[in-house]
């Protein structure tokens, strides 16, 4: 119906415009007698002609207009409240101005006269409409009945939360979230962005919890623990994801393929999982490379106090611990057990169980 009523529209605009040219050549003096046409026939042929092109250019219009409308929607879509309400308010003012202006623009300027108050006002809409975009905030705030406090308040979380939201997700596996200390790190405040949380592993962790066995009952209910205390205690979100895998029954497996479908990392401590995720270019974050990594640093020739707490594996040997679980072998140490002596550092050793630390009693140190 929409496009019958066009075409008419278009119809009756062409007839004009052919009426028009034909009233405006006669006028011109065209002499339309040789072709054996009289005005009436010249006007009735135009009006013809224009009509027929009217109804022609119908459906390019109309496709036009269509493309116009859906783009210009899109871009609205788009574009934020705050930028197309301060953008309206940017124009109408400076529209305003602009005509204001354009009053005292003489008209006898040469060429350029008729021009010029269209062109300034065109200029003006759209430099009014561009700074107010860019001021809005100012704009928006003069008009704002909310306290100037409540707003930053407000914009600094809705700021924290768009951060957030560009974070890759972390996925945790079950091993993390019974090790517990997932917790501590997210309360530290190490650990920005949303958590996934599987409800394959939910499952595997109340498989566990209902386990015969003593301790992995233990394990489970403690990893069930530790979710309900990060959910209630930690200002981080917390996601449980529904999407399962029913062609693959191992957890992991299931977790570096959600993994990767959805762009995030896996926290765990499992050294095998983290071998995995390796291999299929699944970013990974290793508790236990963490806790590594913030031990302190000790060099050959520093100097610490230890407590000797049993012997070593070599004869004469004595091991102590330091508070964060490094082992530290002291060479000669074994008739120090149960005391506290100073020692020398003489070495230091990375392996995979983590960092190990050989001294020598700075008594014997000094006897040599």
């Known amino acids: 119906m929409a496009e019958k009523i066009f075409r008419l529209v278009f119809l009756i605009f062409g007839a004009a415009v ?9 006028q011109l003096g065209l002499n339309v007698n040789s072709a054996g046409l009289d005005s009436g026939r010249f006007h009735l042929l135009l009006v013809a002609v224009g009509a027929l092109v009217g109804l022609m250019l119908t459906p390019i219009v109309l496709w036009a207009a269509r493309q116009a409308v859906s783009w210009m929607v899109t871009s609205l879509h788009r574009t934020p ?7 309206a308010v940017g124009l109408i003012v400076s529209l305003i101005i602009a005509i204001l202006l354009t009053l005292a623009f003489p008209r006898n300027i040469p060429l350029v006269g008729d021009y010029l108050p269209i062109i300034f006002t065109v200029f003006m809409g759209y430099a009014g409409m561009t700074v107010a975009v860019k001021k809005k905030e100012e704009l928006l705030n003069l008009f704002s009945l909310v306290p100037r ?12 939360s768009k951060a957030s939201a560009r974070l890759p997700v972390k996925l945790l596996d079950t091993s993390v979230i019974i090790d517990g200390r997932i917790f501590d790190i997210c309360k530290s405040g190490f650990i920005e962005g949303a958590l996934i949380i599987p409800r394959f592993v939910l499952e595997e962790l109340q498989h566990i919890a209902d386990s015969s066995d003593l301790l992995k009952r233990n394990r489970g209910r403690r ?6 205390k990060m959910q209630k205690e930690l200002n981080i979100t917390i996601q449980i994801v529904e999407k399962d895998y029913d062609d693959m029954s191992e957890v992991d497996s299931k977790l570096v393929r959600l993994a990767k479908s959805m762009g995030g990392k896996v926290v765990t401590n499992d050294y095998n999982l983290n071998k995995v995720c390796e291999l299929q270019g699944v970013p990974v974050l290793n508790i236990n ?5 913030v031990k302190p640093i000790v060099l050959p020739g520093e100097e610490m106090v230890v407590q000797v707490i049993k012997d070593g594996k070599e004869l004469g040997q004595g091991v102590a611990y330091l508070d964060d679980g490094t082992m530290i ?28 630390i050989f001294a020598k009693p700075k008594p014997l140190e000094r006897a040599l």
């Open 18 to 26: 052919g009426y028009q040219i034909a009233s405006y050549a006669l």
């Open 149 to 160: 406090s409540v707003e930053k308040v407000v914009s600094s979380r809705e700021k924290a």
């Open 223 to 228: 990893g069930l623990d530790i979710l309900n």
């Open 289 to 293: 490379e963490l806790a590594n990594a």
């Open 81 to 87: 409240t705050s930028d197309i309400v301060a953008g």
């Open 329 to 356: 072998v002291v060479d000669g140490g074994r008739r120090f057990i149960g005391e506290t002596v100073g020692v020398l550092v003489t070495s230091v050793l990375q392996t995979a169980a983590g960092r190990m």
